[in-house]
């Protein structure tokens, strides 16, 4: 089984998760992540020998503030854009604290109502995805892995019903395995 060294190693191999995680910590936000597909489709393009950005669409930055209000998320991915513009990606900032006002609309299901950044990593389509990686003050890095590491090494793509439709899951399911055919994908239940 493979462990979070080997991950944060693969993790590192992506020059733009490595900027992002470097300067992430300027945006003022004391509880990010970089999340979700920068991550863990890294590690199958490690694992895979590809470029290690192939198939990634995003890059997700993940910050917990109580404020609510649309103008507060606004003035961070503002802020966002002008410091990863040089990266040549999309990195989608949301504030994990707001997810619920607008999930609904966008996934047809309500939303939860998050209490972290972990909290809403814990609520991820598939256990697979479900990894955030932060870089401290003090250089070290955080990891939050709550699955695991096997399925990720093993390319296992099974459902995580906390949260995620039907419909939802597998139309990442059936993107990730035409992007990485080693993917192995269990079905909803």
């Not at 462990?3 to 995680?21: G, H, S, W």
């Not at 949301?94 to 047809?108: C, P, S, T």
Request: glycine share 8%; proline share 6%; net charge negative.
């Amino acid at each position: 089984m493979s462990t979070r060294p080997e991950f944060l190693a693969a993790v590192l191999t992506n020059p733009v998760n490595a900027a992002i995680l470097e300067r992430g910590g300027e945006l003022g936000q004391p509880a990010w992540y970089l999340a979700a597909g920068a991550v863990f489709q890294t590690v199958w393009n490690h694992l895979d020998g590809r470029d290690p950005g192939a198939g990634i669409n995003d890059y997700d930055f993940f910050y917990f503030d109580t404020d609510l209000s649309y103008e507060a998320e606004d003035a961070v991915i503002a802020s966002a854009r002008d410091l990863f513009a040089d990266l040549g990606v999309d990195v989608e900032v949301r504030n994990q604290a707001r997810v619920h006002l607008w999930y609904e609309k966008k996934f047809g299901k309500p939303g939860v109502q998050f209490s972290s950044c972990e909290n809403a990593i814990d609520h991820f389509a598939s256990p697979v995805c479900s990894y955030g990686v932060r870089r401290e003050p003090d250089g070290a890095f955080s990891v939050y892995a709550p699955f695991g590491y096997a399925d990720l090494f093993d390319r296992v793509v099974r459902p995580n019903t906390a949260l995620a439709t039907r419909e939802v899951f597998e139309a990442k399911a059936a993107r990730w395995a035409r992007e990485w055919p080693g993917v192995s994908v269990v079905g909803w239940p």
